[in-house]
């Protein structure tokens, strides 16, 4: 299952324009949203995690705490997408 999970206010997330952006987009192609604080260990479990930030737009996440995600490089839906993300950003 694909989901997408923005940690939520409460946490040290801010608002912004990518992060919005990011949301709908993933709306938009059906990926599942749920704004939720995730473990460390999920995250090592996960096939595919990426960051994102005005700055970075959207990063790859290859490893946490040393321990590899995924196979260790751009997964499928980061290296698909980040263009249609991105898209509503640049004008």
Known sequence: MVCCSPPPFTS???PGITRDAIIKLAKE???EVRE???SRESLYLADEV???GT?????P????DGIQVGEGRCGPVTK???AS???PLHW
């Open 12 to 14: 040290s997330a801010l």
């Open 29 to 31: 192609l059906g990926i």
């Open 36 to 38: 939720q604080v995730l």
């Open 50 to 52: 990426f960051m994102s």
């Open 55 to 59: 700055a970075a737009e959207i990063t």
């Open 61 to 64: 996440v290859r490893s946490v």
């Open 80 to 82: 698909t997408h980040p």
């Open 85 to 87: 993300l991105l898209r």
